[in-house]
């Protein structure tokens, strides 16, 4: 059984209850995690606050210095932690792998930066006597980091990584169908020497530890991730208590590929785009809008493409050509999706590819890569979040059509654009309603640059130094008695 880290050690839940953590491709149970109950968010907010005061205080130097040696340690396993993701999520090994390098590399990111973090000196007028100022970065306390599903590590590493470098301590609530390699890094990261309750793992609904947790006075700062229904909730709670939140929610990312688009690479990125992780990503492309007269040849193109992708169990290496796709995460999911698409279907809009659940799979949250072609544009699955690997295919006439209909949609996380046309792209950067817009590069999330979302996708950013900006807290200073 799994259990959980608190100030230092493993503990199961004071009810002694568990959750189990099944497998997505066989419905088999992986393992069970405790079911936390308020007093143990207690006693891990209580563990995290009372690390608060050396580690805000440790030279910044040797806290990069333990993660770096934490990020080491995982490293050295990384091949049973990714194959634990792919059995408790159920992505391919190789997404599994991927996601673990991300993950090790923002870690890596944020270690790099502990020591670079700094201040400023600010001249300050003389009419109340000869001073100067100073702002100075201290970090808030307390963070909790609610963790999803679909990237369970490197969407805790966002977390972490800038929340730790910069003084805080922090407990983690992984999502509950995926807390095992989660918690499986989190103490490969305190073995390597991370001082007990710096970080610490509960396992438990978020309905329960999750808003405990949120609501909990001695937790500062929330970092959530998750659906916008979610994070709506999450204000609620924080909100009246003037907590500092991030939330990094749904997303519909449009794609605009126009005429003079090098379809190949076009085609490429949104087959990436899409089906990675079974089209479950926030950053995933959702929509794509194809300029007329190239419509034909990128549909064609495209539809080679998706014919590719093998349904199957994530462990199981797909032969070449083949590209394997893992299956949903739940039953659940499965059935939004389907349902999303039932809708559209009903409404005029035709299978181009896929649709159906794959046969001879009577286990396993399995659906084929799907592309949807005449679709109307206030459908469910243009206008909801579709979590799941179906794509619809728009033809527009110009840029303008193309710009006003990527901006339908309550969702503005990213976008891109597939052109060499200065004008196109300039338009595209300025017009589009998005944190985030790739111009002929596949959606993915540079932990180089910052990352957040604007409308219904959210606030605030993960990745890069910016991040940091919302771990910390400026304080000015004015210094005087100098004359
Ligand atoms: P959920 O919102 O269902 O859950 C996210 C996390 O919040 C889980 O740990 C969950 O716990 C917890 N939680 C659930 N209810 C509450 C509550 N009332 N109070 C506090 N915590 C709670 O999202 P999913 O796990 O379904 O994740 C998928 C969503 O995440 C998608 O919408 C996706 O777009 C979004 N996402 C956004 C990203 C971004 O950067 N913008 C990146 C990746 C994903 P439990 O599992 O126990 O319910």
Redesign the pocket.
């Known amino acids: 059984m799994g259990r959980m880290l608190v100030a230092g050690e493993w503990v199961d839940s004071q009810s002694r209850a568990e959750m189990p953590v099944t497998n997505p491709a066989t419905e088999e149970v992986v393992d069970t995690v405790p079911q936390a109950t308020p007093e143990d968010v207690d006693r891990a907010v209580a563990a995290a606050k009372a690390a608060f005061a050396d580690w805000s205080r440790t030279d910044p130097e040797e806290r990069a210095d333990l993660l770096r040696k934490g990020v080491e340690r995982v490293r050295a396993c990384r091949e049973e932690v990714a194959d634990l993701l792919t059995r408790e999520q159920g992505k391919p090994t190789h997404e599994a792998l991927a996601e673990l390098n991300h993950l090790l590399h923002g870690l890596e990111y944020y270690a790099d930066l502990a020591s670079k973090l700094r201040g400023s000196y600010v001249p300050l007028p003389s009419h109340l006597g000869s001073s100067f100022g100073l702002v100075v970065r201290r970090p808030l306390g307390v963070v909790a980091a609610?963790?999803?599903?679909?990237?369970p590590l490197t969407?805790m590493g966002t977390k972490i990584g800038p929340a730790l470098i910069a003084g805080n301590t922090v407990v983690v609530?992984?999502?509950?169908?995926t807390p095992l390699a989660a918690t499986r890094v989190v103490g490969l990261l305190q073995e390597a020497g991370l001082p007990p309750g710096v970080l610490n793992v509960v396992t438990?609904?978020?309905?329960v530890?999750?808003?405990y947790?949120?609501a909990h006075p001695d937790v500062v700062r929330v970092a959530?991730?998750?659906?916008?229904?979610?994070?709506r909730?999450?204000m609620e709670?924080a909100g009246p208590a003037f907590k500092r939140v991030t939330l990094?929610?749904?997303?519909s990312d449009p794609v605009i590929v126009c005429s003079d688009a090098d379809l190949e690479a076009a085609v490429r990125g949104v087959l990436v785009g899409r089906y990675w992780n079974c089209g479950q990503?926030?950053?995933a492309a959702k929509r794509v809008y194809v300029f007329e007269d190239v419509y034909d040849a990128f549909l064609g193109k495209l539809l080679e493409g998706v014919s590719r992708y093998e349904p199957g169990e994530g462990w199981v290496k797909a032969q070449r050509p083949r590209i394997r796709l893992g299956p949903l995460h739940t039953a659940r999911q499965r059935a939004e999706v389907l349902e999303q698409m039932q809708e559209a279907l009903a409404r005029g809009a035709r299978v181009a590819y896929g649709g159906r659940i794959p046969d001879g799979r009577p286990r396993g949250h399995f659906l084929e890569p799907t592309v949807l072609v005449d679709v109307p544009h206030d459908s469910r699955v243009v206008q909801e979040?579709v979590?799941g690997p179906v794509l619809p295919v728009f033809r527009v006439r110009d840029i303008d059509e193309a710009i006003r209909l990527a901006n339908d949609s309550p969702y503005g996380?990213g976008s891109s654009i597939w052109t060499f046309n200065v004008r196109w792209i300039h338009k595209a950067i300025q017009e589009l309603q998005a944190g985030m817009t790739w111009v002929n590069q596949v959606h993915y999330?540079y932990d180089e640059l910052p990352?957040?979302?604007t409308k219904q996708?959210?606030f605030g950013k993960?990745h890069g130094v910016e991040a940091v900006d919302y771990y910390v807290e400026l304080k000015s200073v004015v210094v005087g008695g100098l004359a």
């Open positions: 609610i963790v999803p599903w679909n990237y969407l609530k992984p999502a509950s169908t438990g609904p978020g309905r530890v999750g808003e947790l949120v959530f991730t998750g659906e916008t229904a979610t994070g909730r999450v709670i990094e929610l749904g997303g990503s926030c950053l979040e979590f996380l999330g990352f957040g979302g996708s959210g993960e």
